[in-house]
């Protein structure tokens, strides 16, 4: 490892006056803007509420910035003002606090802390908890766009409701930004999204939930990051995007129509563009037993429904040890959105760290020089 790389801690719970995070190893002298946090901060609370937004989070960079804007190499700490979010919780029934909520962390959480209470686990582990993984990882997204690095995702499915999708949109971006951030359900089609908003109309009538998929581009990545082992990219990719809330499946390119080809067709040839070494095609979706090969990124991850039900599900009070009925505070009947913006925030720290690891970390203008070098040597390389 040539230096230090980026990483992030983040507290708070649900009912909190406040969410923190910090970014420690972040290089000296990166452009940071607190409305650029405060913008991917609203496109995940939209994806999050299928387009409504509760309330407003303000960010403020409490310390490692300068006068001017600019990373000092000291930590990053983000403050998030959560008072309006707890302000809009419902109130808990009596006796849920002694109930864990089926396909969340509470009962195996509880286990492990040697707990009684669901809320010592559900209030750290809830999906708002996000928040400070998103505002952090602004800072990573900040340092990957100086090296012409950019994460976009979108939904393609939620519940039975799926846009059509062609053979282009498993090798690279074919949607512009505004297409995406201007659909409640952050969905590319309109006819797509006028069907997913029905699908969640009808799910928050029952008071229930829906999962579906989402798919993430990442475009501008330098050929060669990566390794063999456990630094395989495509594996440490899949663990990025497995950290996101209810992520239960990720592929890379059209993975299932790979699979059913033979080798010889199942491949992307070799070539030789202006920038060097290529691909004619990207049916692996920018991963190459386990490099990057300058590519864009395409990876599609499954999302499960919210275990956070209005609608009482079976589970067992841990008091009295009896069957009983669990339901949650706070409700959105489709997280699908809001998880594809985590998953960019996840992604986002470990393409931040790989190029740390390889270029160095310490300060922009070193990172850069290391950079250049390398990108002219794949250059050169191909004459």
Not at 168 to 194: N, V
Not at 311 to 327: F, G, H, N, R
Request: glycine share 10%; hydrophobic share 45%.
């Amino acid at each position: 490892m040539l230096g230090a790389a980026m990483k992030h801690m983040t507290a708070g719970e649900l009912r909190g006056a406040s969410l923190v995070a910090i970014v420690d190893d972040v290089p000296a002298g990166l452009r940071l803007q607190a409305n650029s946090i405060e913008a991917d901060l609203g496109r995940w609370a939209r994806g999050c509420s299928c387009g409504e937004v509760r309330s407003v989070d303000r960010v403020a960079v409490l310390s490692g910035i300068s006068a001017e804007g600019r990373t000092t190499g000291a930590p990053l700490t983000l403050a998030i003002d959560n008072a309006a979010y707890a302000a809009s919780l419902s109130e808990e029934a009596p006796g849920q606090a002694s109930i864990p909520r089926p396909g969340s962390a509470d009962l195996c959480g509880l286990l492990v802390a040697d707990a009684d209470d669901c809320r010592a686990v559900s209030e750290g582990s809830s999906a708002r908890a996000e928040a400070t993984l998103v505002a952090a990882s602004s800072v990573a997204r900040e340092f990957l766009a100086d090296f012409g690095i950019e994460i976009h995702s979108y939904v393609t499915r939620v519940g039975d409701a799926a846009m059509r999708e062609a053979a282009a949109d498993f090798e690279g971006f074919s949607y512009s930004p505004l297409e995406i951030e201007t659909s409640r359900m952050r969905c590319p089609s309109p006819q797509a999204t006028r069907a997913m908003e029905e699908e969640v109309a009808a799910a928050r009538a029952a008071g229930d939930t829906l999962g579906g998929q989402v798919a993430v581009v990442v475009t501008g990545v330098a050929a060669g990051m990566g390794g063999f082992r456990e630094a395989n990219m495509a594996a440490r990719l899949s663990r990025a995007a497995y950290c996101a809330q209810g992520v239960t499946g990720v592929s890379f390119g059209d993975a299932r129509e790979v699979s059913r080809r033979r080798g010889s067709a199942a491949h992307d040839v070799i070539a030789l563009g202006e920038g060097g070494f290529g691909r004619a095609s990207n049916l692996a979706g920018g991963i190459e037993g386990g490099f990057t090969t300058g590519m864009p990124i395409v990876m599609r991850a499954e999302v499960a429904p919210s275990p956070a039900l209005q609608t009482p599900v079976d589970s067992i009070d841990l008091e009295t040890l009896a069957k009983a009925e669990s339901s949650s505070i706070d409700y959105s009947p489709c997280l699908v959105g809001g998880v594809a913006v985590a998953i960019e925030a996840n992604i986002a720290f470990e393409l931040a760290s790989a190029y740390q690891e390889k270029f160095g970390g310490a300060a922009m203008s070193d990172i850069h020089a290391a950079f250049d070098a390398y990108t002219r040597r794949l250059r050169l390389a191909a004459r």
